[in-house]
């Protein structure tokens, strides 16, 4: 599973010109997953994104987590975060989750960030959409569970 997370100011998604979903500050998320990923992959990886320190504190140090700050989600599925471009030059999405399998673990880890609290505003799975993201900082970190559990 892999995560492109962005502190923002504001993110909205938009569906054939329509905000379909908006947030006013906190994380933005761009969601992918593989083959391997179940259960224990989402689970993991939205805990480790709730505790995650990318908030400064009055030190102007990167010091709290959404947790403790507050803010909303907004979590847009990207099976592109899985492009393999090593060989050619058009990317092959292979190694992207089966998208029946792919929108589960999505949902999955949605529902895993809104019973955390967290109001958490979505994109459309497998739809063409409009993503526009105000970074704040800018902060962007991403997070591969295969990297992160060795």
């Known amino acids: 599973m892999r995560v492109l997370l962005q502190r923002c ?3 909205s998604v938009s569906v054939e010109g329509e905000i379909i979903s908006e947030i006013a500050g906190g ?3 761009l969601v992918g997953f ?3 990923d179940n259960e224990e992959t989402v689970e993991y990886m939205a805990k480790k994104i709730i ?3 990318v908030f400064e504190d009055e030190s102007e140090k990167m010091n709290i987590s959404l947790a403790e700050r507050g803010g909303a989600i907004l979590s847009v599925s990207q099976f592109t975060l899985y492009a393999d ?3 050619g030059k058009r990317p092959s999405f292979t190694k992207s989750a089966p998208g029946e399998k792919a929108e589960g673990l999505y949902n999955l880890f949605n529902n895993k960030l809104s019973d955390a ?3 958490v ?4 799975f497998g739809a063409f959409m409009d993503v526009k993201i105000v970074n704040n900082g800018p902060v962007t970190i991403m997070l591969d569970s295969e990297e992160m559990r060795k």
């Open 9 to 11: 100011y504001e993110a």
């Open 27 to 29: 994380l933005c998320l």
């Open 34 to 36: 593989t083959h391997t």
């Open 51 to 53: 505790g995650l320190r």
């Open 85 to 87: 471009v090593s060989r």
């Open 117 to 119: 609290g967290f109001i």
């Open 121 to 124: 505003e979505t994109g459309v």
